[in-house]
T-cell receptor
């Protein structure tokens, strides 16, 4: 349960705020992911990093900006979000890409007012 | 790209009965098919997976079957218990691809 951690667990922000979500993995994995989970579209892949290099960006609006300073840490910087961005943001990691099991963090429940 | 469909979207069974959830995928190059369970308020967790070189895999009350010709795979839960109530997600992926998740099935096991 503590292999992948996320902070904060809950976040309420206004549309003009800037905030960051943090993910840390303690599994020695090389790949990390950001997912958005909402009632309308469960488990949407947002970003993929492998060895700190971004390998995929699934047409995510520029108000979401990822950062991967090293293989253990992943950030999602948020600015000028919209109410429809309210969702659960899940981080995951895996040893390699594609066919390796992904381990999820507990998520950050984001509410945009 | 890959597209994964999952049925049914909701499923209610009596405790002790079996539950079956089916997923279909579109990309014949996909070769890894995991299943995740997400309990209310918790993170998705892997419960079982199967690779394309086998047709069936079993772990106690949970089994997964794969039909590569028809491009579908199914999750089977036998002797269901209330703690099996959760949302179940299937996924498909292959070399060079990222996971594509199905929309999920909400399973309710009624006591």
């Amino acid at each position: 349960e503590t292999g992948v951690t996320q902070t904060p667990r809950h976040l309420v922000m206004g549309m003009t705020n800037k905030k960051s979500l943090k993910c840390e993995q303690h599994l020695g994995h090389n790949a990390m992911y950001w997912y958005k989970q909402s009632a309308k579209k469960p488990l949407e892949l947002m970003f993929v990093y492998s060895l700190e290099e971004r390998v995929e960006n699934n047409s995510v609006p520029s108000r979401f900006s990822p950062e991967c300073p090293n293989s253990s840490h992943l950030f999602l910087h948020l600015h000028t979000l919209q109410p429809e961005d309210s969702a659960l943001y899940l981080c995951a990691s895996s040893q390699g890409l594609a066919t390796d099991t992904q381990y999820f963090g507990p998520g950050t429940r984001l509410t945009v007012l | 790209g890959e597209n994964v469909e999952q049925h049914p979207s909701t499923l209610s069974v009596q405790e002790g009965d079996s539950a079956v959830i089916k997923c279909t995928y579109s990309d014949s190059a996909s070769n890894y098919f995991p299943w995740y369970k997400q309990e209310l308020g918790k993170r998705p967790q892997l419960i079982i997976d199967i690779r394309s070189n086998v047709g069936e895999k079993k772990d106690q009350r949970i089994a997964v079957t794969l039909n590569k010709t028809a491009k579908h795979f199914s999750l089977h839960i036998t002797e269901t218990q209330p703690e099996d109530s959760a949302v179940y997600f299937c996924a498909a992926t292959g070399n060079g691809q990222n996971f594509v998740f199905g929309p999920g099935t909400r399973l309710s096991v009624l006591p």
